[in-house]
């Protein structure tokens, strides 16, 4: 399935795979090839978890949180198309619509600012780190060389996802370099990220058009929490022997 072009193998679980096999499925060449692998377990919530392509956990993902509330749907693990999915940072609501999926993506904080390279980082937690930077045009921003080196720096013990944006006619505009995976379509908490600096150093308000390379979302505040609305579509359905995975 893909958000905005952002990718995933989207398996049934329970399943708890480990980080070769992650890898291994993720691989464009020699797997299917994702930007990370998203497991769906039944239950009443419904679980999600979700390792990016290099095999490590990621705390939250937008746009997965979006593939799984379709996913679910269309599978009748849930009944109506509003419910509550559990991910590894809580529960979080989802509404599932005919051509799109809100998300709830909880409390969305601005932590501090930092300096890298001479350029100003605002840095925001969306359940997961993220750094933004307000940059001329994205299209143009030398992302998959400045990103990898914010995304280690030693600031961020974690590391940290890395967001480019510009804000024109009411409009962000933005590239990412996702944690654990390089530079993606899209990326779902980033879009609440670039949204919140927006909000904050901007002064854009109401309802926030995020336009990625992977296409368009929607961010609003609301009751104290983001939400995040876009398309959720599937690429193609099969079966994946997991046993030649490692």
Same mark, same amino acid.
């Given at each position: ?18 980080? =070769?096999? @992650? ?8 797997? +299917?090839?994702?930007? &990370?692998?998203? /497991?769906? *377990? ?88 993220? =750094?933004? @930077? ?8 030398? +992302?998959?060389?400045? &990103?990898?080196? /914010?995304? *280690? ?94």
């Amino acid at each position: 399935m893909q958000g905005l072009g952002n990718d995933f193998v989207v398996i049934d679980g329970p399943l708890d795979l480990d980080r =070769a096999q @992650t890898e291994a499925i993720c691989d464009r060449r020699f797997g +299917v090839g994702a930007d &990370g692998v998203l /497991v769906v *377990t039944a239950g009443n919530p419904i679980g999600m978890e979700y390792w990016n392509a290099d095999g490590s956990p990621a705390e939250m993902c937008g746009n997965g949180l979006r593939c799984v509330a379709r996913y679910a749907f269309d599978r009748g693990l849930v009944e109506a198309p509003e419910f509550v999915v559990d991910t590894p940072l809580g529960p979080r609501r989802v509404n599932v619509r005919s051509d799109e999926v809100e998300v709830e993506l909880g409390e969305t904080r601005v932590t501090g600012h930092v300096s890298i390279d001479d350029a100003q980082y605002h840095l925001i937690d969306v359940g997961n780190p993220h =750094a933004v @930077t307000i940059v001329g045009d994205p299209d143009t921003a030398p +992302v998959s060389e400045i &990103g990898p080196r /914010v995304e *280690t720096d030693p600031q961020f013990v974690d590391g940290t996802n890395v967001e480019f944006i510009a804000v024109r006619d009411g409009r962000v505009s933005m590239r990412v370099w996702e944690r654990g995976v390089g530079e993606t379509r899209a990326c779902g908490t980033g879009m609440v990220a670039a949204a919140m600096v927006a909000s904050k150093a901007m002064g854009l308000t109401g309802v926030i058009p995020i336009t990625a390379p992977g296409g368009e979302a929607r961010v609003e505040f609301r009751d104290g929490v983001s939400w995040l609305t876009g398309p959720a579509e599937y690429s193609f359905t099969g079966e994946l022997d997991l046993t030649d995975s490692a």
